[in-house]
Every structure is written in structure tokens, then in C-alpha cells.
């Protein structure tokens, strides 16, 4: 993925090999209850039990049907 992730309650980041911030993303909630990275996907569920589906490159939110 040409860099590292970091998953914490708060926050998911991708951060370069340097250490700086490429991007990072936060819930509606606090990032307790799931995390996966699938391929170009980044899965996480919130304290609320809301599913996010994340771009693995970009940071983006995908919404899924």
C-alpha cells in the first residue's frame, strides 16, 4: 500500500514510510468495534455499530448499495 495505517478510536490514517500524514478519516463515533483492510478497502464499524467502507488510496468514503 506504499505506507503504513494507523487505527485508533478516533481517527483511521495512512500515513508515508516518512511519517507524514497522507490522509485520515474520523466516524460519527469512536472506531471500536471492527477493522479490516480488504484489497483496496478499508472496513471499520463505530461504537454505534455504523459500517464504513473506506479507499484504501485516497481516504475516500464508498458508499455501498
Do not use: C
Request: charged share 20%.
Amino acid at each position: 500500500y506504499n505506507g503504513l495505517f494507523s487505527h485508533g478510536e478516533l481517527q483511521i490514517s495512512r500515513l508515508s514510510y516518512d511519517g507524514n500524514l497522507i490522509w485520515g478519516v474520523s466516524g460519527n463515533d469512536i472506531f471500536t468495534n471492527g477493522f479490516k483492510i480488504d484489497g483496496n478497502n478499508i472496513y471499520a464499524k463505530d461504537f454505534s455499530d455504523r459500517e464504513y467502507f473506506f479507499n484504501v488510496e485516497t481516504g475516500q468514503e464508498i458508499t455501498i448499495k
